[in-house]
């Protein structure tokens, strides 16, 4: 008989292990959100420019004319000349309709110019007071973000709000509901569903001109701040 026993108490120590094993821990599941504004402290002044000629290697030699004018331009500001990059370059044929026809017009060799530099107000103003005055035909543009350094460090910002903002949640619904929080049981970042800071709007982009001079109020104009936002899902067990 003594076996018979000693089997059934082993069935009921294991079937007793395996319930506390898996005895549901009841949990709490929060999202905290952050959002902040930020100055972007790098513009970037992108030059497009184009040339258009009948003939392929003239649309080209037109090109780098232009591009030659407008890089001693931005190199007279002060940049220098590794600073400044060509970028984008390309060559299409150009087709024109004519009386529901379409006609061969020659081709159109366009092409970037590229530039990036610490944001402030004087640079900027020079460099719209210097394209007032240019004789090349151009589109203008102006686009910030955010240095590495600065990106980093705003990061870093908006993980502690989240953190900070999922506790507060947390504590508040715990004592709307007549519960205690425990131990947190699991923290996510970084995966599928948080993937990290994440950039509200589109980058700050400004149009100043386009085939001609700036105009006069845009001079010393002030880009908008950069919104980023993050979040954090923290699961407490609670009492």
Do not use: C
């Amino acid at each position: 008989m003594q076996r018979p026993l000693l089997i059934l108490l082993l069935i009921s120590l294991a079937f007793s292990s395996y319930g506390q094993k898996n005895k549901e821990v009841p949990t709490i599941q929060v999202v905290g959100s952050s959002k902040i504004s930020v100055k972007p402290d790098i513009g970037i002044l992108v030059i497009s420019i184009k040339s258009h000629d009948m003939n392929f290697s003239e649309a080209i030699v037109g090109l780098n004319k232009k591009t030659v004018d407008v890089s001693n331009q931005i190199a007279a500001i002060g940049f220098k000349a590794d600073e400044i990059k060509t970028t984008d370059f390309q060559v299409n044929e150009h087709t024109v309709y004519r009386r529901g026809e379409s006609v061969d017009s020659g081709y159109v060799a366009t092409q970037n110019v590229k530039v990036e530099f610490l944001n402030n107000k004087e640079t900027i103003t020079k460099i719209l007071n210097t394209f007032s005055k240019s004789q090349t035909d151009f589109t203008l543009n102006f686009n910030f973000k955010l240095s590495d350094e600065l990106r980093e460090k705003v990061q870093d910002q908006l993980v502690q709000f989240a953190i900070k903002s999922s506790n507060e949640k947390a504590k508040l619904i715990a004592e709307s509901s007549g519960v205690r929080l425990g131990k947190i049981k699991e923290i996510n970042y970084g995966n599928n569903y948080y993937a990290g800071m994440r950039e509200v709007e589109d980058k700050a982009e400004y149009e100043v001109a386009a085939a001609g001079a700036p105009s006069e109020a845009m001079i010393g104009f002030t880009p908008n701040d950069l919104m980023f936002s993050d979040n954090v899902l923290i699961i407490w067990k609670i009492k």
